[in-house]
């Protein structure tokens, strides 16, 4: 297990690297000047521009920036940003945190709702609590996410006046305000991929229930809730963790769109604002921050996936 470990890790840092050097180019490869949009009516001037492109290093060659940035990276020195100049690693330190935060709750109320839903599904296929849960997994995979944020907030915040409609709180003020600012575009995020969640689990879990070992166990005599829950229930987690570390990809995306919606100051929503501003440095290090939160999040579908399942542990 342990050599697995590092042979994903080893895997996932090359992935990184790579990923890293596709979006410095491309990024640079984006229409607009990012020195007359800093200079604005000051742009008028060649020596001032000049000068401007010197400060920020832009009028070097492309290899010759390729090169620094990526002695930069190898040191965690991702530049400064060209709006602000203050280092882009500390905008990512206070906004990475934020963004896996939401992305974590979301996939928690999901799979904590999800799984349970797809398990009744499964035990009820044509009755009434059957068509319920599959009605509710082909309206959360269906509804677009702003669509789904809109119905919330008039829900929750506007007629029932449960929880504040956009916002951020620091959780070390005020964790309670925090977690109340946190459930709503969590509960958004995850609404989407619980119908996902629940579908998967459905078929897989009626999938184990036709095998031969499930048969094997009632026939031994084992109750009812040992054969469904310790023994196909497990075996039926497998291939929807896998769904899960796939699918995760559409959380990050769907981050861009939700933390706008609610005003939660993540890394999406940096993202969009450099984007905006042609802040290259924010842009480069933003990507590849959202490009190493997915690899993460597949490496620990991956060790679930090994803990749940011995046979990939020995391969």
């Known amino acids: ?3 697995y470990l590092l042979q994903r ?6 992935m990184i690297f790579v990923a890293g050097t596709i979006v410095f180019f491309l990024i640079h490869l984006l229409p607009g000047d ?11 001037e060649d020596v001032v521009v000049e000068k401007m492109r010197q400060k920020l290093k832009l009028d070097r060659p492309i290899a010759v920036q390729y090169l620094q940035w990526a002695k930069g990276l190898l040191q965690l020195d991702l530049g400064q940003s060209i709006q602000t100049d203050l280092p882009v690693t500390t905008e990512l330190f206070r906004r990475i945190p934020r963004s896996l935060e939401l992305i974590l709750a979301a996939l928690l109320l999901s799979v904590l709702i999800g799984i349970p839903l797809g398990v009744v599904g499964a035990r009820y296929p044509d009755s009434a609590k059957g068509w319920l849960t ?21 829900i929750f915040s506007l007629s029932l006046k449960l929880l504040p409609s956009s916002g951020y709180i620091p959780l070390v003020e005020d964790p ?6 946190l459930a709503l ?3 958004t995020l995850g609404f989407g991929f ?11 879990f009626l999938d184990v229930l036709s095998k031969d070992f499930v048969r094997t166990a009632r026939a031994k005599g084992l109750t009812e809730h040992l054969v ?23 959380l990050l995306g769907g981050t861009v769109i939700i933390e706008s919606l609610f005003d939660w100051p993540g890394l999406s929503s940096l993202l969009v604002r450099s984007c905006y501003d042609r802040d290259y440095p924010v842009i480069q290090g933003s990507l590849l921050s959202i490009f190493m939160m997915f690899v993460l999040i597949s490496l620990l579908v991956d060790l679930c996936q090994g803990i749940l399942d011995p046979k990939l542990r020995r391969r």
């Open 185 to 187: 575009p969590a509960l």
């Open 176 to 181: 309670m305000g925090h977690l109340r600012f």
């Open 1 to 3: 297990m342990f050599q």
């Open 228 to 250: 469904l829950y310790r023994h196909t229930l497990l075996n039926a987690l497998i291939p929807v963790i896998a769904v899960l570390g796939v699918r995760a990809g559409n």
């Open 134 to 154: 599959s009605l509710i997994a082909v309206t959360g995979f269906s509804a677009p996410v702003f669509v789904s944020g809109i119905i919330l907030i008039i």
């Open 9 to 14: 890790l080893l895997a996932s840092a090359i």
């Open 194 to 204: 619980m119908g996902v969640v629940i579908r998967v689990t459905r078929s897989s």
């Open 34 to 44: 990012p020195v007359m949009l800093l200079l604005g009516d000051a742009a008028t």
